[in-house]
């Protein structure tokens, strides 16, 4: 019985820390505009560290170890909209030369076997 419980326990975890992301995502409107999204990134940035800092805290204060002083996290100061656009630029760009590909990459390996099978 109790080797059964635990598998369940993990995956009952897993599913809410994925749905607690989905809700979260949803919530925020993550998915929206691309303005909506860089204002919820900087959003994140400004709560997210502070958050993390306060947690720290709290569990060198309920455990009594002390924790080593982390570094600064890295600003990103980088336009969201001209990442994201490259990005989908670059997939579309490697799915639409996809069907062709393998053929020039056959032909090219045929003629080297043929080359070197004299």
């Known amino acids: 019985m109790g080797t059964q419980v635990w598998p369940l326990m ?6 809410s820390v994925a749905g607690g ?3 979260l995502v949803y ?3 993550l998915l929206g505009p691309s303005d ?3 204002a919820a990134l900087r959003k994140a940035e400004e709560i997210v560290p502070p958050a993390m800092y ?3 805290q709290y569990v060198c204060q309920q455990t009594g170890l002390q924790m080593l002083q982390l570094p600064e996290p890295p ?3 980088f336009p969201v909209r001209e990442s994201w656009n490259s990005g989908i630029i670059t ?3 490697a799915l ?6 393998p053929c020039e990459y056959s032909k090219e390996g045929w003629e080297y076997l043929k080359e070197h099978a004299k």
């Open 10 to 15: 993990r995956f009952l975890i897993k599913g």
């Open 21 to 23: 992301a989905i809700y």
């Open 27 to 29: 919530d925020q409107e």
């Open 36 to 38: 909506e999204s860089e």
């Open 54 to 56: 306060q947690f720290g």
């Open 75 to 77: 600003k990103l100061n």
């Open 91 to 93: 997939v579309m760009l």
């Open 96 to 101: 639409s030369m996809a069907p062709i590909k």
